[in-house]
């Protein structure tokens, strides 16, 4: 039986997924602590042993490919001149890559900001500012202030292109940098694929720093990306097919993790309705943000920072809890597992939180405006009301018996009625952890990793189990 192996090293579990190319089905998948403090290859080795019990014939793995969020994942310093237009498009940049944007600057950088940069735990940075022929003051004189402080992270250079040749002489033997093309070479364009590939070149480069990643290369084939580009490029086949194979139309993927909430959504996010006009930077098709302070456990108390009292009482009974007791427990031990009644009922508050919250920050909105031609709309951000799918995927949803009632608060009320979020979706789950694996198998066989999505991303109703469960498609 000839076989792809799909790794995904996670920053809490390492995942494996072994996919039979013929039957274009999934022979068996596992799990494992991913051991990133001792050697990630103890965990791999875990997963890959749990995995062949589970195998009955004799295998051929004829490729083996991963990715991974390890160490924390890519964790990103985004520099541009304005906050609403090249600060923003390098953070966009960063996020396509998969990466967490830890700090967003603009204009020219003080010495206490570069300090703070330089003491930060960031990986990599994203240096850019000014349209192709427009300012070139910010971006050398950023360029300067990175060098005299001796940064010793990578940069990534993609501003203004009339720049490049002296960022090169101030950069030259001081710090490791490479140049790309600018993210916004005029106004409202935003061209975010060159800097993004490059963000993804160098992680692959530097991912082997895990304790016992070089190992591990020397048995795959590859490691191809971050998790999160991988769960990115997933939706985005699905979505939009391929020239053999038809996608599903727009949808977003809503992602609950033990940190983050990451929101992608794949569409062009144009206004639904008359007269409304566009305002700001053009949105990209597939588009992701991450909330870093949405998560299930390690940022559980921002949760209760974000949502309050009167939020978490929209989706709790919050009458027999102590929150900030349950909220802190949940921070205090991350690997608290939740089995009474009462403690998964307060987990799914939870969800439902991150998932109202990352949405709204993930959506367009639109304000009304007055002009000589009587009233319109101004829309800024991407408009997802008429949206097809919303699908989840991460530990809380997967697990729940009740997945449709979390995703359902990631839609549109009249609580909010600017909000552009999904009006009325049709929800999906991602039962099987599949969509690191197919963002993996879509860089190898786009059209197989299509009819695969089809096939395991089944629909899920207000209380779904196994005998329920259909196939969405």
Same mark, same amino acid.
């Given at each position: 039986?000839?076989?792809?192996?799909? $790794?995904?090293? &996670?920053?809490?579990?390492?995942?494996?997924?072994?996919?039979?190319?013929?039957?274009?089905?999934?022979?068996?998948?596992?799990?494992?602590?991913?051991?990133?403090?001792?050697?990630?290859?103890?965990?791999?080795?875990?997963?890959?042993?749990?995995?062949?019990?589970?195998?009955?014939?004799?295998?051929?793995?004829?490729?083996?490919?991963?990715?991974?969020?390890?160490?924390?994942?890519?964790?990103?310093?985004?520099?541009?001149?304005?906050?609403?237009?090249?600060?923003?498009?390098? #953070?966009?940049?960063?996020?396509?890559?998969?990466?967490?944007?830890?700090?967003?600057?603009?204009?020219?950088?003080?010495?206490?900001?570069?300090?703070?940069?330089?003491?930060?735990?960031?990986?990599?940075?994203?240096?850019? &500012?000014?349209?192709?022929?427009?300012?070139?003051?910010?971006?050398?004189?950023?360029?300067?202030?990175?060098?005299?402080?001796?940064?010793? *992270?990578?940069?990534?250079?993609?501003?203004?292109?009339?720049?490049?040749?002296?960022?090169?002489?101030?950069?030259?033997?001081?710090?490791?940098?490479?140049?790309?093309?600018?993210?916004?070479?005029?106004?409202?364009?935003?061209?975010?694929?060159?800097?993004?590939?490059?963000?993804?070149?160098?992680?692959?480069?530097?991912?082997?720093?895990?304790?016992?990643?070089?190992?591990?290369?020397?048995?795959?084939?590859?490691?191809?990306?971050?998790?999160?580009?991988?769960?990115?490029?997933?939706?985005?086949?699905?979505?939009?097919?391929?020239?053999?194979?038809?996608?599903?139309?727009?949808?977003?993927?809503?992602?609950?993790?033990?940190?983050?909430?990451?929101?992608?959504?794949?569409?062009?996010?144009?206004?639904?309705?008359?007269?409304?006009?566009?305002? &700001?930077?053009?949105?990209? $098709?597939?588009?992701?943000?991450?909330?870093?302070?949405? &998560?299930?456990?390690?940022?559980?108390?921002?949760?209760?920072?974000?949502?309050?009292?009167?939020?978490?009482? #929209?989706?709790?009974?919050?009458?027999?809890?102590?929150?900030?007791?349950?909220?802190?427990?949940?921070?205090?031990?991350?690997?608290? *597992?939740?089995?009474?009644?009462?403690?998964?009922?307060?987990?799914?508050?939870?969800? #439902?939180?991150?998932?109202?919250?990352?949405?709204?920050?993930?959506?367009?909105?639109?304000?009304?405006?007055?002009?000589?031609?009587?009233?319109?709309?101004?829309?800024?951000?991407?408009?997802?009301?008429?949206?097809?799918?919303?699908?989840?995927?991460?530990?809380?949803?997967?697990?729940?018996?009740n997945p449709a009632d979390i995703l359902k608060a990631s839609t549109f009320t009249m609580d909010?009625?600017?909000?552009?979020?999904?009006?009325?979706?049709?929800?999906? $789950?991602?039962?099987?952890?599949?969509?690191?694996?197919?963002?993996?198998?879509?860089?190898?066989?786009?059209?197989?990793?299509?009819?695969?999505? #089809?096939?395991?991303?089944?629909?899920?109703?207000?209380?779904?189990?196994?005998?329920?469960?259909?196939?969405?498609?």
């Open positions: 039986m000839d076989c792809y192996l799909f $790794i995904d090293f &996670g920053s809490t579990y390492t995942k494996v997924t072994l996919i039979d190319i013929e039957k274009e089905e999934i022979v068996a998948t596992s799990k494992a602590y991913t051991t990133v403090e001792t050697d990630v290859t103890i965990g791999y080795n875990n997963a890959l042993e749990k995995l062949y019990t589970k195998v009955n014939k004799e295998v051929n793995i004829v490729k083996k490919l991963a990715c991974s969020s390890a160490a924390g994942g890519l964790k990103i310093v985004a520099i541009g001149l304005v906050p609403e237009l090249t600060a923003e498009a390098a #953070k966009r940049a960063a996020l396509g890559a998969g990466a967490r944007v830890i700090k967003t600057y603009s204009h020219n950088l003080n010495n206490s900001e570069v300090l703070e940069i330089k003491n930060s735990n960031a990986d990599m940075i994203l240096l850019a &500012g000014g349209t192709d022929g427009g300012n070139t003051e910010c971006i050398t004189y950023n360029a300067g202030m990175l060098a005299k402080h001796n940064i010793q *992270i990578p940069v990534v250079v993609a501003g203004n292109k009339s720049c490049n040749d002296e960022i090169e002489e101030i950069f030259n033997s001081k710090i490791e940098y490479y140049i790309t093309e600018n993210v916004m070479p005029n106004l409202n364009n935003i061209n975010v694929i060159p800097a993004r590939e490059t963000i993804r070149s160098i992680f692959m480069k530097q991912i082997v720093n895990a304790k016992g990643m070089e190992h591990v290369e020397e048995s795959i084939s590859e490691i191809l990306m971050p998790t999160p580009a991988s769960v990115l490029k997933a939706a985005d086949v699905l979505s939009r097919g391929t020239k053999d194979e038809d996608g599903i139309g727009d949808l977003v993927v809503v992602d609950i993790g033990g940190a983050t909430t990451d929101i992608h959504s794949i569409g062009e996010g144009a206004p639904s309705k008359p007269s409304v006009v566009l305002r &700001g930077l053009e949105e990209p $098709i597939a588009k992701r943000t991450v909330e870093g302070d949405l &998560g299930m456990r390690y940022s559980a108390t921002s949760v209760y920072e974000a949502a309050g009292n009167r939020m978490m009482k #929209k989706y709790l009974d919050i009458k027999n809890y102590d929150l900030e007791e349950e909220f802190n427990k949940r921070y205090n031990n991350t690997s608290f *597992i939740s089995e009474s009644e009462k403690d998964i009922a307060f987990d799914e508050g939870m969800a #439902k939180v991150c998932a109202d919250i990352s949405m709204k920050r993930h959506a367009g909105r639109v304000e009304p405006i007055y002009s000589p031609l009587g009233s319109m709309y101004s829309q800024t951000g991407k408009d997802l009301m008429e949206l097809s799918y919303v699908i989840g995927t991460g530990g809380i949803l997967v697990n729940s018996k909010d009625p600017d909000s552009l979020k999904p009006r009325n979706p049709k929800f999906l $789950i991602d039962k099987d952890y599949i969509l690191s694996a197919m963002g993996l198998l879509a860089m190898v066989d786009e059209n197989m990793a299509v009819r695969m999505l #089809k096939k395991y991303i089944v629909e899920c109703g207000g209380n779904i189990d196994e005998s329920k469960e259909q196939k969405a498609y």
